[in-house]
């Protein structure tokens, strides 16, 4: 009962990653807020989760609206009186070539894959951990936060920010207790990544092909890293940007993974 007790946020919780950590936490005790833009997904998953004995709260609001995210973060401390873990994993892809992505589309893009993880920070760290001088945040970026995918100028730009943002909030929190990771997931099976397969299927085959453990993770994988990350079981762990990967990165990008020999 790694979060009994606690108070833990997950934005995106709807779907795919945030979902899959919003149960796993609220089946080790945590008493989980489930955020989403979509009210439906935000019903459904703290039924689910009140359905198998756990604790949830539903907060229906788009996290790069910051009025919405300041007045959420008022109502979670009016209610619970405070907010120990925050997982910022709400983001969306943009697929567009530089030339063809409009100014509207990068706006989305940073707005809710960057924007929103400052917004819930800041409201979150002034509200409740720096006066408690206690409290971890886990920040869902991606593997695009450490190198490009094409056509992804503006994902690729707002998962390297929330990836700098970490880093610096770390440097800035750390004094106050206040524990802060990226968790950078590889290619993951969510409604995200089979919309996005739908567009670029051979590119998918492809990108299936050079992860060395051999197979894209599921969402349960990168929960249990998100909740590793969240709890005390990492105590020491700060400032970290965590690769959940099957080994895509390790690889040399000039390289192709050949048949393993036959073992003796
Ligand atoms: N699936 C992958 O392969 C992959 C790889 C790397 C990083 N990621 C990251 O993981 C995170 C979760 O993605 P996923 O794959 O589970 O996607 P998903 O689409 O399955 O889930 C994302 C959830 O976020 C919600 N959401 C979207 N915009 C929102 C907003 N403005 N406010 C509140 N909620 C909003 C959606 O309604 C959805 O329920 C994202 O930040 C994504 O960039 C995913």
């Known amino acids: 009962m790694r979060f009994k007790e606690q108070i833990v946020v997950v934005t995106g919780a709807g779907s795919g990653i945030g979902r899959a950590a919003a149960e796993l936490i609220a089946s080790e005790g945590g008493q989980v807020?489930?955020?989403?833009?979509?009210?439906?997904?935000?019903?459904?998953?703290?039924?689910?989760?009140?359905s198998q004995g756990g604790q949830a709260f539903p907060l229906a609001a788009?996290?790069?609206?910051?009025?919405?995210?300041?007045?959420?973060?008022?109502?979670?401390?009016?209610?619970?009186?405070?907010?120990?873990?925050?997982?910022?994993?709400?983001?969306?892809?943009?697929?567009?070539s530089g030339h063809a992505l409009s100014s509207e589309q990068w706006?989305?893009?940073?707005?809710?894959?960057?924007?929103?993880?400052?917004?819930?920070?800041?409201?979150?760290?002034?509200?409740?951990?720096?006066?408690?001088?206690q409290g971890v945040i886990g920040n869902v970026a991606s593997l695009a936060g450490m190198v490009a995918i094409p056509n992804g100028a503006a994902y690729v730009a707002s998962k390297h920010a929330v990836v700098g943002l970490t880093k610096a909030l770390a440097l800035d929190w750390g004094p106050y207790n206040?524990?802060?990771?990226?968790?950078?997931?590889?290619?993951?099976?969510?409604?995200?990544?089979?919309?996005?397969?739908?567009?670029?299927?051979?590119?998918?085959?492809?990108?299936?092909?050079?992860?060395?453990?051999?197979?894209?993770?599921?969402?349960?994988?990168?929960?249990e890293a998100i909740a590793f990350l969240a709890s005390a079981q990492s105590s020491a762990v700060h400032g970290l940007i965590m690769n959940v990967d099957g080994g895509n990165l390790a690889m040399h990008s000039g390289t192709t993974l050949t048949p393993p020999p036959p073992l003796a």
């Open 33 to 50: 807020v489930v955020n989403d833009i979509d009210p439906a997904r935000v019903d459904a998953v703290v039924e689910r989760i009140r």
């Open 62 to 96: 788009d996290v790069s609206d910051e009025v919405a995210v300041r007045s959420g973060v008022d109502a979670i401390i009016d209610r619970h009186g405070r907010v120990d873990v925050l997982v910022n994993n709400a983001g969306i892809m943009m697929r567009a």
């Open 107 to 133: 706006r989305r893009a940073m707005a809710v894959n960057l924007d929103s993880v400052f917004f819930w920070c800041h409201a979150v760290a002034t509200r409740s951990m720096l006066p408690r001088r």
């Open 178 to 223: 206040i524990r802060i990771n990226a968790l950078c997931p590889g290619m993951t099976w969510t409604d995200l990544s089979t919309a996005d397969r739908e567009k670029n299927p051979e590119m998918f085959v492809e990108r299936e092909r050079r992860i060395p453990l051999g197979h894209a993770a599921e969402p349960i994988e990168q929960a």
